[in-house]
Nanobody, 120 residues
Framework: QVTLVESGGGLVQAGGSLTLSCAASGLIKTKYAGWFRQAPGKEREFVTTTGWGRTYYADSVKGRFTLSRDNVKDMVTLQMNSLKPGDTAVYYC????????????????WGQGTQVTVSS
């Protein structure tokens, strides 16, 4: 069993930065661990994930977001820079045991979500 608890969301102005943290018990058991997000009225979308020595980013966040994973400390951390109003969403930490890296339906474990709001 893997338990995920997010923290670090909030309100920030466009161009600002936020760091999201995910305390992930049992992280070492997972293939991929990362973040998805869901904006109002939209489907949940892939943001970034890491596992098996590789890290993947959605095109919309490449160069602005950085993901790190520490299997010893059981932590997954998302550093978000140069935030835009379009980044406003609920961000979910997620982990999969065997699935594809960017398919939300393949992820087995989810956190409760943390709100990120970017004002213009």
């Amino acid at each position: 069993q893997v338990t995920l608890v997010e923290s670090g969301g909030g309100l920030v102005q466009a161009g600002g930065s936020l760091t999201l943290s995910c305390a992930a018990s049992g992280l070492i058991k997972t293939k991929y661990a990362g973040w998805f997000r869901q904006a109002p009225g939209k489907e949940r979308e892939f943001v970034t994930t890491t596992g098996w020595g590789r890290t993947y980013y959605a095109d919309s966040v490449k160069g602005r977001f950085t993901l790190s994973r520490d299997n010893v400390k059981d932590m997954v951390t998302l550093q978000m820079n140069s935030l835009k109003p379009g980044d406003t969403a609920v961000y979910y930490c997620a982990a999969t045991l065997n699935g594809a890296y960017d398919n939300a339906h393949d992820y087995d474990f989810w956190g409760q979500g943390t709100q990120v709001t970017v004002s213009s």
